[in-house]
């Protein structure tokens, strides 16, 4: 993290990417020393532009409960250089509710949270298990060493995602691609064009299929309970398609690599399961691998903080440097799957939570345990320097990670 012109009374930072040598586990270490500063600190964007960086738990959540710093497209800005940035967004999809400010986000996220409640996600864990169960035998079949993020992490929130907005088999793969495209830092601006006409292409066809013979899946409910139009379960069915893959993938794989390098933390756990849930909310927390916002920018002029906050300021929530914040977390830095808190903010906070956090833990739950039961001896296969990360992606994981048994 560099620092470059002022703003107010300090320098305004870059936003910083690299990780610590060796500690593929932890953010980069300039946040630290921000968030030691001033919870919310001048950022200098890559145009030029000066706002903030929040690294405060208690301040980051503030962001994001604030409906004073908006979600609307305009004026945002990406705090490290993101190829494609300059395409319009004035293409997006109608349905896009993470772009919205309310009432619009609300009146989007009210047709969909009834799909997302604990009560439903219950109801998926018998089938989400049969999944689970059914890509651990092909892994036993094949024998080690695997790629646990092409024969697991990524195909299983593939099929529980793809199950519920009813994504054609044979199409799963073309989706998952071009999630992955969307969401790579090195993608360039044409690639990511491509992407999203693609993706649109392939959605427009899975909306004229849901109206024409709706399903008991979410967007053939959808088109069955409400007046939305194609645009708008474009939008939504985007949305949800990336919600679903990024993350859980990415907390799979990195969660499994976390354990494995903790192996008193896997003991304990292999020693008492009914810890799961726990060490599901610690690994959530230490890794926090949306490592890009949320991003956010004010809409007028206040006061926040003890700060001036101008109209058209971006400000930028780093969500693995609040979820480290000492003030909030005992030894934020130490692992500790006993530590039994779920304060952390790995899903946002606010309007703009992310919707199916039952789902996810729900899948994660599953895909842990399943997986050490399944294979006791699970263990890396390639010396842990051989391990690539994800540096370069808006949601932080590994590139792969080889296991055997």
């Known amino acids: 993290m560099t620092q470059s012109r002022e703003s107010g009374n300090r320098l305004a930072r870059t936003f910083p990417t690299a990780r610590p040598a060796g500690c593929p586990f932890d953010p980069p270490a300039p946040f630290a020393e921000a968030r030691e500063e001033c919870p919310v600190t001048p950022l200098q ?36 250089k993101v190829p494609g940035s300059e395409l319009s967004t004035d293409a997006l999809p109608a349905g896009m509710f993470v772009n919205m400010d309310p009432p619009d986000h609300t009146r989007y996220r009210r047709l969909l949270s009834k799909h997302f409640t604990i009560r439903r996600v ?50 799963r793969a073309q989706f998952g691609h071009h999630v992955d495209v969307l969401f790579s830092l090195s993608s360039s601006g044409e690639e990511m064009q491509q992407s999203m006409v693609l ?23 959808l088109t069955v309970e409400t007046d939305l139009t194609d645009e708008e379960l474009l939008g939504i069915t985007i949305v949800l398609l990336i919600a679903g893959l990024e993350t859980t993938t990415n ?26 849930d ?47 914040d000492p003030s909030a977390f005992e030894d934020p830095d130490v692992f500790d799957i006993r530590r039994g808190t ?48 994800r540096e370069m992606m808006v949601t932080y994981g590994v ?7």
Not at 65 to 74: E, V
Not at 259 to 272: K, V
Request: aromatic share 6%.
């Open 45 to 80: 964007y890559p145009d030029g532009h000066v706002g903030r960086l929040v690294t405060g738990l208690q301040s980051a959540r503030a962001v994001l409960g604030d409906t004073r710093f908006s979600s609307l497209p305009a004026g945002k800005r990406s705090p490290v």
């Open 342 to 389: 779920s304060r952390h903010l790995a899903f946002g906070s606010g309007p703009h939570q992310c919707m199916g956090h039952h789902l996810a833990r729900l899948e994660l739950s599953i895909g842990y345990e399943s997986l050490l039961r399944r294979f006791p001896g699970l263990e890396l296969a390639v010396p842990v320097d051989e391990v690539g990360t």
């Open 251 to 276: 907390m799979l794989a990195l969660g499994t690599y976390a354990l494995l390098r903790h192996p008193e933390q896997l003991a304990a756990l292999r020693a008492d399961w009914s810890l799961m």
């Open 278 to 324: 726990d060490a599901v909310e610690e690994l959530l927390r230490y890794l926090s691998v949306v490592q890009i916002g949320p991003i956010r920018v004010a809409a007028e002029d206040f006061a926040f903080e003890g700060q001036s906050i101008r109209k058209g300021e971006v400000v930028t929530v780093s969500l693995p440097a609040a979820n480290r």
């Open 122 to 171: 219950r109801e998926l864990r018998p089938r989400i298990q049969e999944m689970t169960d059914r890509l651990l035998d092909e892994m036993e079949g094949k024998g080690g060493p695997v790629d646990l993020v092409e024969a697991f992490a990524k195909p299983l929130p593939t099929l529980v995602t793809s199950e519920l907005l009813g994504l054609p088999e044979e199409d």
């Open 199 to 221: 993706l649109g292409g392939m959605l427009h066809a899975l909306i004229d299929a849901a109206r024409k013979d709706p399903g008991q899946d979410i967007l053939g409910r």
């Open 399 to 405: 590139l792969g990670l080889p296991v055997r048994w």
